[in-house]
């Protein structure tokens, strides 16, 4: 079992940048890939980026490619999600995830297996 705990989300302004941190722990923290997925008011879950145990591959959702980018340091199981140029169609509750498989990276939220709680980012325009 592990536990995700988001954190450094809020309210920014169009063209800037907020980084995100989620924090792993609990006895069992192994070689998991670790995704961002958001849900903004009234949408459904999405996809966001990924990244692999050693960090050296990553996958980006086509709307945040290159204004994104999402990174880990496993000594601190922390991954981290840099957000630039922030747009109003950003705001959402940004939400980490495990994906314990780590066979390939997933966009489907049914494929991760455990969930943080959750931080909100709002972009005002």
């Known amino acids: 079992q592990v536990q995700l705990a988001e954190s450094g989300g809020g309210l920014v302004q169009a063209g800037g940048s907020l980084r995100l941190s989620c924090t792993a722990s609990?006895?069992?923290?192994?070689?998991?890939?670790m995704g961002w997925f958001r849900q903004a008011p009234g949408k459904e879950l999405e996809f966001v980026a990924a990244?692999?145990?050693?960090?050296?591959?990553?996958h980006y959702a086509d709307s945040v490619k290159g204004r994104f980018t999402i990174s880990r340091d496993n000594a601190k199981k922390t991954v981290y999600l840099q957000m630039k140029s922030l747009e109003p169609d950003d705001t959402a509750v940004y939400y980490c995830?495990?994906?314990?498989?780590?066979?390939?990276?997933?966009?489907?939220?049914?494929?991760?297996?455990?969930w943080g709680q959750g931080t909100q980012v709002t972009v005002s325009s």
């Open positions: 609990g006895p069992t923290y192994r070689s998991y890939i």
């Open positions: 995830a495990a994906d314990i498989t780590g066979s390939g990276f997933k966009v489907e939220s049914y494929e991760y297996d455990y």
């Open positions: 990244i692999s145990w050693s960090g050296a591959n990553t």
